[in-house]
């Protein structure tokens, strides 16, 4: 690989030779498809279509453009794609791009099977991890692949330490380039770039025209005094369908998480009202695309189960209306649940804490709300509790819960007589969401009385 940044400091590439075309029609198609994420079942059909269809199509190269750095598909598979790789007529190249990717793992383990690796700036590669026996057969591009069996190292040291193949141009490869575009050339103003800028390739253009010595065609053109590499090689990006778009990104750690959460939550909503509506069906659905999800992502089925043991717990406290001891309970095994759901694959902190928050929120205000607003409908009311007699659960001074017919609710009394737990009361009113309660003996006669 070499200079590819020269495009933007006065030399477009730095490939030895220039191929010169009258059209391109003549000079071929590069294919370029994008691999980004993990590398799951979506993901590894993309790659091995492709390896299959761009001889099919005329190609004359292919580059994956990649950012990815986990694989959750079998290690048998991997070499079946290498296979696919190793075995392509047509030459395969792996750009690592653009500015922030990182390629690591077994994925980097797969690429390195291509015929040749690029990176751009702030990139990084490594953590290959132990060797997998089915890739040992094949060359690896890396130069120095050992050093970054246990590490991960960013692009300047990959240069620095020869792990990047790289010929860096010198002042004399310079002096032939403008020669050759017929730019009159004074080394006194002709800057050589660093190595470091040589061997790296910004822009996947950049990359595409550096790769003479692989069939792709450029021409060496004069842009304002500069020497420029102008493509004459067609170039066709390829990406995954909309379909499997989808997937794979339900395929991801934090959306399989966000969906499996959702769903499970909207399913229990829809358990405390009338009937199944759109809060039902949508949570139905979000529920089926966690599952496919999780079924590629590796999981402990322990941490799943405590999830779906939460809802339930939740479930029995609202349908009390008051959180108490089971929503506690809940919130315990929902964070455990989702602090160890993933075996091997990493998720943020950020998606796990806003949505323990959330569900906190919803089952503690949101949903024991609900319940009680639902349940003091006009159209059930609850005008037959003034004079029912219940048990104080929770002491009402003035605030607390009592037990009306076996349900909880939420009640308040006077605060010159508060009523403590296991003794009598009796509803004298029903304010909005409240009860208003009244010890059986020595009540408290304020204001509200004497008024009426």
Request: proline share 6%; aromatic share 8%; with cysteine.
């Amino acid at each position: 690989m070499g200079g590819g940044i020269l495009a933007a400091v006065g030399l477009a590439g730095a490939g030895s030779a220039t191929a010169q075309s009258n059209g391109a029609a003549d000079a071929g198609l590069a294919v370029v498809v994008e691999v980004t994420g993990l590398l799951d079942p979506v993901m590894a059909e993309l790659i091995e279509d492709s390896v299959d269809e761009v001889a099919d199509a005329g190609a004359t190269l292919l580059v994956f453009r990649v950012d990815s750095n986990r694989s959750v598909v079998s290690d048998k598979r991997l070499g079946e794609l290498a296979d696919a790789i190793a075995a392509s007529p047509v030459p395969i190249a792996v750009w690592v791009g653009p500015n922030g990717s990182s390629l690591e793992g077994k994925v980097a383990q797969l690429f390195a099977v291509a015929n040749e690796v690029g990176i751009a700036p702030g990139t990084s590669v490594g953590d290959l991890g132990a060797p997998l026996p089915l890739l040992a057969e094949y060359p690896v591009a890396w130069a120095n692949q050992e050093l970054i069996r246990d590490q991960k190292l960013g692009w300047r040291e990959l240069i620095s330490e020869r792990v990047i193949h790289c010929e860096p141009r010198t002042i004399d490869d310079l002096r032939d380039r403008y020669n050759e575009a017929g730019i009159p050339f004074d080394p006194q103003t002709v800057r050589v770039p660093p190595e470091v800028e040589q061997c790296v390739a910004p822009l996947i253009g950049d990359f595409l025209v550096d790769l003479d010595h692989l069939g792709f065609a450029s021409n060496l053109i004069n842009v304002d005094g500069q020497p420029r590499l102008e493509p004459i090689t067609q170039v066709q990006f390829r990406g995954l369908s909309l379909a499997h778009q989808l997937f794979h990104t339900v395929a991801s750690p934090p959306v399989a998480y966000l969906l499996l959460t959702i769903g499970m939550g909207l399913m229990l909503f829809e358990f405390f009202t009338a009937g199944i509506g759109v809060a039902g069906v949508l949570g139905a659905v979000l529920f089926i695309l966690a599952g496919y999800g999780l079924s590629v992502l590796p999981h402990n089925t322990w941490a799943l189960a405590l999830l779906a043991a939460s809802m339930v717990a939740f479930g029995i406290d609202i349908q009390t209306s008051v959180p108490r001891f089971w929503t506690g309970a809940g919130m315990v095994m929902f964070a455990a649940g989702t602090w160890w759901l993933y075996d091997g694959v990493s998720m943020s902190w950020i998606p796990m804490v806003v949505m323990t928050g959330s569900v906190a929120v919803a089952m503690f205000s949101g949903m024991p709300s609900m319940v009680r607003t639902r349940f003091s409908t006009p159209t059930i009311g609850r005008g037959w509790m003034v004079g029912e007699l219940g048990e104080v659960v929770e002491d009402v001074s003035p605030d607390g819960v009592v037990r009306i017919r076996g349900a909880l609710w939420r009640a308040r009394c006077n605060r010159a007589t508060p009523v403590p737990v296991g003794d009598q009361v009796k509803v004298v009113e029903i304010d909005g969401l409240w009860l208003e309660v009244e010890p059986l003996e020595g009540a408290a006669r304020d204001y509200r009385e004497r008024r009426r």
